[in-house]
């Protein structure tokens, strides 16, 4: 890290005023030149000195207008039919170059008042840490949680199984094609670095994810994040809820987490616990699926004249408040055993993080339950959790899932029928939540009616108890 540090040119946390994609080292060598012979005109104003700023200043304007023109070729080029409208989007963005200057506003929290970077940093963490606190959970979960987790699980086994032996260079080298360029974690270490790491210092990588993944032995820093807050468009800015933690945590850890994850992915498909109605973050499976899922639905009801009623749930805080002990003892009951399961326990034990506002840091804080944010195992992990849920739902009532977006629906041709099966769907739904620690929220949840019957017909009166 210290060759790193020495050699490797870092950004400055400074936001600048204005940002061009054809601004480059020869707009801004020139500019500076036709800045150094106006300052000598203004102090010798004579008729060669004037000649002098003229040129450059001629020159300055044909380097700008020829990158300019580059730029704008290579901007045009880079977009296909196979661009995304998200891709799309940034780069008509970036082409702008204009942006909101950012500047620290005062957070309100009911008590007192906070402008100082540090303190609204601090005041940040400590809300971002109390989500996932164990006080945040209802008492009637509680209750249930500290009951459980009394009984220990032993993931011991003498049987080997192929998803405990050592990793080996392959799953290496695809971890590492597979990871997209970001930020770096609190080590500072980037994909970068890792990529142009030789034949040597890969094997000395690989012996070291391999005495972790052997011994249990995980680092500390790699259990701590670096939390970057963003606003949440629309609310209020002096409300400290209103921001989204987004979390950075160290590369290494998440090139050993994905490798980890693809384990564990093929085993969870050869066993069959993927349910077939979840989709997202899965290979061969979009939201595209549960799209055209809907669809064929809603147009079957239409064929069939019944009436199709559909929910779209919104979980609160489904990442920070998933029960860490209700995944390990999914693990537990699947027949997981040895370093898998006790590489996630620690991988999920001990988490801290840091909220970074420019240059200033708060305390470091404790997550207590969750998944962390940021990490590769953390989707895998939820998704295993939180997709029993589907279990639980009526013969009658068919749902889908992405990542925590759930839906279910209904058709018949009694809009009395349809009632009473969603509100025994929702019921379920509603008490599988309560003993697993999540919350549905039912501000943000929504119901759909499909049908094309003209005739007076009431919707269906639902309610989340």
């Known amino acids: 890290m210290h060759a790193a540090d020495n050699t490797i040119p870092k950004s400055s946390p400074r936001l600048r005023k204005f940002r061009r994609l ?29 000649v002098a700023f003229k040129r450059a200043r001629a020159f300055a304007r044909r380097i700008r207008r020829r990158s300019q023109r580059e730029s704008w070729i290579k901007f045009v080029s880079s977009i296909a039919s196979s661009t995304s409208i998200k891709q799309l ?24 008042s906070y402008s100082s970077p540090l303190d609204f940093a601090n005041i940040l963490g400590l809300t971002f840490a109390q989500v ?18 009394r009984m220990t699980l032993n ?20 971890a590492l094609s597979k990871a997209h360029d970001s930020s770096p974690g609190p080590d500072g270490i980037a994909y970068s670095m890792l990529r142009h790491l030789n034949e040597v210092s890969l094997s000395n990588l690989l012996c070291l994810f391999n005495r972790v993944w052997r011994e249990q032995s995980f680092p500390r820093q790699w259990q701590e994040a670096v939390v970057i807050p963003i606003f949440k468009l629309g ?49 061969g499976r979009s939201t595209f699926d549960n ?36 995944i390990l ?50 989707v895998t992990l939820f998704i295993l959790h939180f997709s029993e849920v589907l279990n639980h739902l009526p013969p009658s009532v068919t749902g889908t899932l992405y990542v925590d977006d759930l ?10 029928f349809i009632e009473r099966q969603l509100q025994n769907a929702i019921n379920k739904i509603v008490s599988w939540c309560d003993e697993n620690g999540h919350t549905l929220s039912a501000e943000k949840s929504k119901c759909v009616h499909f049908c094309r019957k003209r005739d007076f017909h009431a919707d269906p009166v639902l309610s989340i108890p």
């Open 291 to 326: 799209i055209v899922n809907l669809e064929t639905q809603i147009r079957n009801a239409f064929v069939s004249r019944n009436h199709l009623v559909s929910i779209f749930f919104d979980v609160e805080k489904a990442y920070d408040r998933t029960w860490r002990h209700g």
């Open 155 to 174: 993931f011991s086994s003498r049987r080997p199984f192929p998803y405990n032996c050592e990793f080996r260079m392959f799953e290496l080298k695809a």
């Open 235 to 283: 609310k209020e800015l002096a409300n400290p809820l209103h921001y989204r933690p987004i979390a950075l945590t160290s590369v290494l850890c998440k090139t050993l987490e994905r490798m980890v994850n693809a384990r564990i992915v093929f085993e969870l498909e050869k066993q069959g616990c993927i349910p077939p109605l979840r989709s997202g973050f899965c290979r």
């Open 407 to 416: 839906q279910i629906s209904c058709q018949g041709c009694s809009m009395r």
């Open 132 to 149: 996932s606190a164990a006080d945040s959970y209802k008492s009637a979960f509680v209750a249930i949680k500290n009951r459980t987790e």
């Open 89 to 112: 989007w940034e780069k008509v963005k970036a082409a702008n170059g204009v942006y909101k200057e950012f500047s620290i506003p005062v957070l309100n929290t009911g008590h007192a």
């Open 22 to 50: 054809w601004w480059n080292e020869a707009c801004r060598d020139s500019y500076r030149k036709q800045r150094k012979c106006w300052s000598v005109f203004l102090r010798y104003p004579t008729m060669e000195n004037l």
């Open 329 to 378: 003892r999914k693990l537990y009951n699947l027949g997981f055993k040895n370093n898998l399961p006790l590489f996630i326990k620690r991988f999920l034990s001990s988490r801290t993080f840091r909220v970074r506002l420019g240059n200033f840091y708060s305390d470091p804080f404790n997550q207590v339950e969750g998944v962390p944010q940021g990490c590769i195992l953390s």
